[in-house]
């Protein structure tokens, strides 16, 4: 019996050690990397990658730390987005000017002048605005009283328009009107504002006459108040381009069929998710699909539960449609490909259910479902010693120590972008593919601890056994 009790402490010890085991999967991070600094402490910024939010298991990323050597979470706060991209300007291009007489009167009739050839030649050919010594009233003035921009090139573009003074050009400060017509006849008020020259404070020149415009028309008249005429020696023309924006990381994402139609979609807990795209099953094919969530608030699902098996839990739970009539199409148009355009997502639920409502005996391929995330940058403290570690993907984490951003973060860089970088330098789990295959390797551990508790168990009833049956010998 001695050695019966010795086995069953043996048993115990290994049930015991299972159970261990077995809290020590649901309770330790799933996922873990190691990071690399820039500087051995200080506060660092850290950009989030997709295997890391994939891991996540908690909404808010309340089961995320950073570690240092020693085993101590390290405070850390989530970081605000960076400005957005300003919008650049294009280079800048030449314009024809050519000055116009002093007096109103001379200019009117050389404005006069060019808008009767303006309309002779208009079918024919096109006007070239450019001074001729000859008389009349296209000749270059002495004294200029304003100056003519020929901007037809410009149909269509918005940008800066910048007046460029003469190399040789004195001293001024006035303000100039810019004035604008299709026709030379009729003018209307684009843009006012100082232009200046100043050299006083040392050979090279400080200038001022930039206007904004929109579509400008055909041409343009710079005009001043009485008095000195300025020395421009040219004018130019710089597009406003479009801010370049960088698109949002794109996660498909797994679907289970239901029973009764239609399939069950698991948002992962982690993605700051914006917006939402499906995808026809298949090209030149049109589908109207509702999508379904919960009616009560559920808890985002346990890691150890496959998607198929939620599909069989979930028939029973009350659902309401949340976005309905969405139409999914791809279709070929004359040789391009045209799909429907995703759409944003307010909530975000644990699951969402996807049916299709027209047809309405449609039994194809489920369509594909991707979701748009926002970029995820984080802030942390980091002590000393390292190496760091960064750990995420744990149901019974609780909140760890936040870091205070308001007092840290400079007023010239509110968004911590220039911060030293961290980055993940090794991953110690590899990529997460699916919360399906963390699943299924969960339960493949449970599996063989089970088994292995089994086998432990009849070795030791069958030891038991024996000694019992050599003790009845004896």
């Not at 460029?164 to 684009?190: I, K, M, Q």
């Not at 710079?222 to 421009?232: E, F, M, N, Q």
């Not at 590899?430 to 399906?436: D, H, K, L, N």
């Amino acid at each position: 019996m001695r050695c019966g009790g010795m086995l069953l402490a043996a048993l115990s010890l290994c049930a015991a050690g299972a159970v261990r085991g077995a809290e020590a999967v649901t309770g330790d991070f799933e996922w873990h990397a190691t990071l690399a600094t820039e500087r051995n402490e200080g506060l660092h910024q850290l950009t989030l990658d997709q295997d890391a939010l994939l891991a996540a298991t908690q909404a808010g990323l309340r089961d995320l730390r950073v570690f240092n050597a020693n085993g101590e979470a390290l405070p850390l706060a989530r970081l605000p987005a960076p400005a957005p991209a300003q919008a650049g300007r294009g280079p800048p291009r030449t314009l024809k000017m050519v000055p116009l007489p002093a007096s109103p009167q001379a200019q009117d009739r050389a404005l006069a002048d060019y808008a009767v050839r303006l309309v002779r030649e208009r079918d024919r050919t096109t006007l070239e605005i450019a001074p001729t010594p000859s008389e009349g009233a296209a000749a270059t003035p002495r004294e200029p009283g304003a100056y003519l921009l020929d901007l037809r090139p410009l149909k269509d573009l918005q940008g800066e328009l910048q007046l460029h003074f003469a190399a040789d050009a004195p001293d001024y400060a006035n303000t100039a009107t810019v004035l604008g017509s299709d026709d030379l006849v009729s003018w209307r008020l684009l843009a006012s504002g100082p232009l200046a020259h100043n050299r006083q404070l040392g050979d090279s020149a400080i200038e001022r006459g930039s206007f904004a415009l929109q579509p400008p028309p055909a041409f343009a008249r710079v005009t001043w108040p009485a008095g000195a005429a300025p020395a421009l020696g040219g004018a130019s023309f710089s597009e406003q381009l479009a801010a370049t924006i960088t698109p949002l990381s794109r996660t498909p994402l797994e679907l289970a069929g239901l029973a009764d139609g239609g399939w069950l979609i698991a948002l992962p807990a982690g993605l700051p998710i914006t917006r939402i795209a499906i995808h026809a099953p298949q090209p030149n094919q049109a589908l109207r699909v509702d999508l379904l969530c919960p009616q009560n608030a559920s808890p985002y699902p346990y890691r150890h539960h496959l998607l198929r098996e939620l599909a069989n839990r979930s028939a029973q739970q009350p659902w309401y449609p949340c976005r309905g009539g969405i139409e999914v199409y791809k279709a070929d148009r004359g040789g391009q490909w045209v799909e429907n355009p995703p759409f944003e997502m307010p909530m975000h639920p644990a699951q969402m259910q996807l049916r299709v409502v027209q047809p309405k005996d449609y039994r194809g391929a489920p369509p594909q479902v991707e979701v748009e995330w926002q970029p995820v940058r984080l802030a942390f403290l980091a002590r000393a010693p390292g190496p760091y570690q960064l750990a995420v993907g744990s149901e019974t984490a609780a909140d760890g120590p936040v870091l205070d951003l308001a007092s840290l973060l400079s007023r010239d860089d509110p968004a911590g972008v220039h911060l030293p970088a961290a980055s993940v330098a090794q991953s110690d789990t590899g990529p997460i593919a699916s919360r399906a295959q963390q699943s299924a390797r969960a339960q493949s551990r449970w599996r063989w601890s089970l088994w292995a508790v089994l086998l432990l168990a009849v070795g030791a009833l069958s030891a038991l056994a024996w000694q019992l049956l050599q003790n009845l010998r004896r």
